[in-house]
């Protein structure tokens, strides 16, 4: 049996997916909210009282969560005694951190939306038992591949994927809330109409991420960061970029994502109305 912790809405999309392949998965109900039951209800997971149970019946578990609950997710299990594959997006050493806790652990990192059609989404895995997992997702949506027998190497690759996807959007909102407040964002279109004709959209796109998405990737950005400090690299970028979707993430407030975004950016660092 599979037991996923604290289901949103990639970790219940996941559970579908094993579910859809005959896996027996459950998950705990306790203290959880309305919309966290209504997700596990859609995903048709078993419902168990609490964690406790969840361990005591589950060879692993399962935990996604926003990256800056990961460590005190995996704080909440207590005595486990099946694989705890962590597939949250933490640097590495606050994987290494978190399998410390644990007798049997798999270092797991996703790339791609919640798996609901086929090719669409890896889950990057890693330690001395991620090859035990790989068949656990054959014949689903998910596309399971080992990566090392190292903790925290799928975390790494996740780390590195992201700074570029996220960190190159939250570097787009930057230069255009920067154009804005100078006067010169027309402009500044007419030039990416010419030279980099797909960055408008582009921008839009990110906004609109930012704006419902954007909370998730303050810890993220944080988690990468970390990561390049590790490894004797610049942090600075990816603080910036957390700041950046720390601004700019609420909730929708009118049909114009880009416009409440970039005035949150500007409005935070006393740029002009």
Same mark, same amino acid.
């Given at each position: 049996?599979?037991?996923?912790? /604290?289901?949103?809405?990639?970790? #219940?999309?996941?559970?579908?997916?094993?579910?859809?392949?005959?896996?027996?998965? $459950?998950?705990?109900?306790?203290?959880?909210?309305?919309?966290t039951v209504d997700r596990a209800e859609r995903a048709w997971l078993e419902e168990v009282g609490d964690v406790r149970e969840l361990c005591r019946r589950c060879e692993?578990?399962?935990?996604?969560?926003?990256? /800056?609950?990961?460590?005190?997710?995996?704080?909440?299990?207590?005595?486990?005694?099946?694989?705890?594959?962590? %597939?949250?997006?933490? *640097?590495?050493?606050?994987?290494?951190?978190?399998?410390?806790?644990?007798?049997?652990f798999v270092d797991g990192g996703i790339i791609g939306p919640p798996p609901h059609e086929p090719g669409t989404t890896r889950l990057y895995l890693s330690g001395v038992? %991620?090859?035990?997992?790989?068949?656990?997702? =054959?014949?689903?949506?998910?596309?399971?591949?080992?990566?090392?027998?190292?903790?925290?190497?799928?975390?790494?690759? +996740?780390?590195?994927?992201?700074?570029?996807? +996220?960190? *190159?959007?939250?570097?787009?909102?930057?230069? !255009?809330? $920067?154009?804005?407040?100078?006067?010169?964002?027309? +402009?500044? $279109?007419?030039?990416?109409?010419?030279?980099?004709? /797909?960055?408008?959209?582009?921008?839009?796109?990110? *906004?609109?991420? %930012?704006? @419902? +998405?954007?909370?998730?990737?303050?810890?993220?950005?944080?988690?990468? %960061?970390?990561? &390049?400090? @590790?490894?004797?690299?610049?942090?600075?970028? &990816?603080?910036? #970029?957390?700041?950046?979707? !720390?601004?700019? *993430?609420?909730?929708?407030?009118?049909?114009? =994502?880009?416009?409440?975004?970039?005035?949150?950016? !500007?409005?935070?660092?006393?740029?002009?109305?």
């Open positions: 049996m599979v037991g996923v912790l /604290h289901p949103g809405e990639m970790g #219940a999309a996941i559970g579908a997916a094993l579910r859809g392949r005959g896996e027996t998965v $459950l998950w705990a109900s306790a203290g959880r909210s309305d919309a692993v578990l399962l935990s996604v969560c926003p990256p /800056h609950a990961a460590v005190e997710v995996a704080s909440s299990v207590g005595d486990f005694s099946g694989i705890y594959l962590d %597939a949250n997006a933490v *640097s590495a050493e606050t994987a290494r951190t978190i399998g410390g806790r644990f007798g049997r038992e %991620a090859e035990r997992l790989v068949p656990l997702f =054959a014949g689903t949506t998910i596309d399971a591949r080992v990566v090392s027998d190292e903790p925290g190497a799928a975390s790494a690759l +996740k780390m590195s994927y992201a700074g570029w996807t +996220k960190g *190159s959007a939250a570097l787009l909102l930057a230069v !255009r809330a $920067l154009a804005q407040a100078e006067g010169v964002e027309e +402009k500044l $279109l007419e030039e990416w109409q010419m030279s980099m004709p /797909h960055l408008p959209a582009q921008s839009v796109a990110a *906004s609109r991420s %930012a704006l @419902t +998405k954007g909370w998730r990737w303050v810890g993220e950005m944080g988690e990468i %960061a970390s990561s &390049h400090a @590790t490894a004797g690299l610049p942090d600075g970028f &990816h603080r910036a #970029a957390a700041e950046i979707y !720390r601004r700019a *993430s609420g909730d929708p407030g009118g049909d114009n =994502a880009l416009e409440e975004v970039l005035a949150a950016i !500007r409005n935070q660092c006393g740029g002009a109305t």
